[in-house]
């Protein structure tokens, strides 16, 4: 006989957006179900943004050891044991694990559940042996590795982000298959760790990141050996464990690229399956479930947030639309959720950080646009460090409003919060310019990009006339 629970709140999926609602409805006095029936922590601490970040942590310092000529330093090639890089990674998983786990949530006072669930009709889900009646539901089950129909891929093993952080050994030559941020931080990583790297993309490699400064990290994954291939199709891959052959049409020509591993970094597909999604009458698309802008379903009472609601796929997207749903559920505001001000990174090194428009889309969205930019060799810490590798261009309006900026170079994803706050509130350039930054960091290249934008008024003939008049009174 199943066990009935009722609840103010059940949560389906304990990454991170829905453990981030359910420890915020706990907390506030909601009765809490979670359900998970993978690991908690879900993709993002588990074969996602943690691992990933570890093992470019990893291939960064195996880089240093190379790098020291510059500083005076004679480089040396460094010995990498392939199981202790793995081990690394897992200790990062093992250390960050404690938040997201079962006795943590429970001590919280959530209800969670091991179990998986499917929904009976528009306000009961089923788990295992037990039958959930909430007031308010959420889906927040996540994506999965999109895997492309490749002719012959069904016959041989691959890699995809779920995997290949229980790999042991360096790959002889890893052919990546996606050049998207996944592809591109897993090539360069694999590279500084040993391997041969070949990257195919059918379009362009940071596809979605402006190709001015993308170009800047394209530059350098290649001078660290990885092999980058456009417009490549795949049309075949063939071959057994350790032995792979990729085929591809480019411009018209058949080539083939022979690797040793295979990973498939083609995108994500949303978690929908096997949740009875229409006995709940919840619609949804091959890009996850319909939302309105509250991130409620065509199921009023049930709330779909992060990788299962589509659109932008990160863990801190996850997090903003849980504060969404708690508002919504719980205290009943009418809050909607905007994309428009939603960084993203990828950590490659250099790093590449974007936040609101590109330059392409403020072109065709407004009648005049201020492009500025600044670059890293301008910057006296940079210098010291060796890192003037870098660009900053920021986008404004004709009223010098900040509709967009995009950062390569070192600390980028850091560097790129002043411009999400600035494009989060419609600042202008003068709140930017006028900050005291402290010398010498990093951080005065954004100071230093805004204040540019008045060089030309403060420093023209009109001001040096106006100085010399107002001389004239002693």
């Known amino acids: 006989m199943a066990k009935r629970i009722k609840a103010d709140i059940c949560v389906i999926g304990a990454g991170s957006g829905g453990l981030s609602v359910a420890a915020g409805a706990a907390q506030m006095g909601a009765t809490t179900v979670l359900i998970e029936r993978g690991d908690m922590g879900g993709d993002c601490l588990n074969t996602g943004c943690v691992p990933s970040k570890a093992l470019l942590a990893a291939a960064k310092q195996a880089y240093r050891m190379t790098a020291g000529a510059p500083f005076g330093i004679a ?11 793995h081990a690394h990674v897992h200790g990062v ?20 559940i091991k179990e998986h ?5 528009g306000r009961t889900v089923i788990a295992g042996n037990n039958e959930i009646t909430a007031r308010r539901f959420v889906v927040a089950t996540g994506s999965r590795a999109a895997v492309p129909p490749i002719p012959g891929l069904d016959k041989l093993p691959f890699f995809t982000n779920e995997n290949i952080f229980e790999n042991t050994e360096c790959p002889a030559h890893l052919i990546v298959v996606g050049g998207g941020p996944i592809g591109m931080e897993m090539a360069q990583a694999h590279r500084r760790l040993g391997a041969k790297v070949t990257v195919l993309e059918a379009a362009r490699v940071f596809g979605r990141d402006d190709p001015e400064l993308s170009a800047i990290a394209v530059d350098r994954l290649r001078r660290d050996g990885v092999e980058i291939v456009e417009g490549a199709k795949v049309a075949s891959v063939a071959g057994e464990a350790g032995s792979v052959v990729a085929t591809i049409e480019v411009n018209g020509k058949t080539r083939d690229i022979e690797g040793s591993h295979l990973l498939i970094a083609t995108g994500r597909r949303p978690n929908v399956e096997g949740l009875d999604l229409e006995k709940a009458g919840i ?3 091959p890009k996850g479930l319909i939302v309105d802008e509250r991130l409620r379903t065509t199921n009023k ?3 779909g947030i992060g990788d299962v609601a589509g659109g932008l796929q990160f863990t801190h997207v996850a997090g903003y639309h849980a ?10 505001v009418p809050a909607k959720a905007d994309h428009t001000s939603i960084p993203w990174v990828t950590y490659t090194d250099p790093e590449l950080a974007h936040v609101g428009e590109t330059e392409a889309e403020a072109r065709e969205r407004h009648m005049k646009i201020n ?16 890192e003037t590798e870098g660009v900053i261009k920021v986008i404004t309006d004709s009223h010098a409003r900040v509709l967009g900026a995009t950062i390569v170079g070192a600390h980028a994803g850091e560097l790129i919060l002043p411009w999400v706050l600035a494009k989060t509130h419609a600042l202008k350039l003068s709140a930017m310019a006028g900050v005291v930054a402290p010398y010498p960091t990093f951080s005065e ?7 540019s934008y008045y060089t030309p008024t403060l420093f023209s003939p009109k001001t040096r006339m106006l100085v010399r008049f107002l001389g004239l009174f002693g």
């Open 283 to 285: 619609d949804y698309s």
């Open 117 to 121: 669930a499917r929904f009976k009709d």
């Open 75 to 85: 480089p040396a090639k460094p010995k990498i044991d392939f199981a202790a890089v």
């Open 323 to 332: 504060g969404i749903v708690i508002r919504n559920a719980l205290f009943r």
């Open 445 to 451: 290249v954004g100071k230093r990009v805004a204040g």
């Open 301 to 303: 009472r049930v709330f």
């Open 371 to 386: 492009v500025l930019r600044w670059h890293f060799a301008e910057n006296d810490r940079a210098q010291a460090e060796r």
């Open 93 to 112: 998983i093992a250390a960050i694990a404690p938040n997201d786990s079962v006795a943590r949530f429970e001590a919280l006072g959530v209800n969670v």
